[in-house]
């Protein structure tokens, strides 16, 4: 089945103790992003990834790095997470044609205290 | 500066009352505009892609429409079944994806 994972789908955690969020997809698409998700705010795009070892800012970089060393891989790290990163967070990734949609995982609602 | 408004907020219609959702957007260089549906705990689910206007794409009780400005989506006859968030997306210059925050239906048996 085509489908984008996330992993893990709950994570509560504190200020300051780095985390991963991983995300894999097994459609072959070159370009993944992840977003995050706020009542009232929409969904923001934090990162993206147009192929292998090719990453960009999105609109939300502040506080996140993410690495792109395999096509089918995209994981989120935050080094120092802080409250503000309290949010539903989501990886998606699409086929590189035109007008193709994303796809995207079920998301990780991360709590950091 | 690129955004797209989504009305209303929320929306609670009775079982097969009609209506339409709206998705305005102001974002240069429209690549397509994208309808999702999404359910509590899930990801967004894709229903649609619009490139063009005067496009309208049809799936079940759903039927989505796209002007120079903004897209509608009709919602015929819903059911129960059909409620949840529905949000749209416009893609932009650069692979960048513009959401709106979403309207949340509610269909009452």
């Known amino acids: 089945e085509a489908q984008v994972t996330q992993n893990p789908r709950y994570l509560i955690t504190v200020t300051g103790k780095k985390l991963t969020v991983t995300c894999s997809q097994n459609?072959?698409?070159?370009?993944m992003s992840w977003y995050r998700q706020d009542p009232g705010l929409g969904l923001r795009q934090i990162y993206y990834?147009?192929?292998?070892?090719?990453?960009d800012k999105g609109d939300v970089p502040e506080g996140y790095k993410v690495s792109r060393k395999e096509k089918r891989n995209f994981p989120l790290i935050l080094e120092s997470p802080s409250p503000n990163q309290t949010s539903l967070y989501f990886c998606?990734?699409?086929?590189?044609?035109?007008?193709?949609?994303?796809?995207f995982g079920n998301g990780t609602r991360l709590t950091v205290t | 500066e690129d955004q797209v408004t989504q009305s209303p907020e929320a929306l609670r219609l009775q079982e097969g009352e009609s209506s339409s959702l709206n998705c305005s957007y102001t974002?240069?260089?429209?690549?397509?505009l994208f309808w999702y549906r999404q359910d509590p705990g899930k990801g967004p689910e894709f229903l649609f892609t619009?490139?063009?206007a005067g496009e309208e794409k049809e799936k079940e009780r759903l039927k989505a429409t796209l002007t120079k400005k903004e897209s509608f989506l009709h919602i015929t006859a819903p059911k129960p079944e059909d409620s949840a968030t529905y949000l749209c997306?416009?893609?932009?210059?650069?692979?960048?994806?513009?959401f709106g925050s979403g309207t949340k239906l509610n269909v009452k048996p």
């Open positions: 990834s147009m192929n292998v070892e090719v990453t």
């Open positions: 997306a416009v893609q932009g210059n650069f692979n960048k994806f513009y």
């Open positions: 459609m072959n698409h070159e370009y």
């Open positions: 619009l490139y063009s």
């Open positions: 974002v240069s260089g429209l690549r397509g």
């Open positions: 998606a990734s699409r086929d590189t044609g035109l007008f193709s949609p994303l796809h």
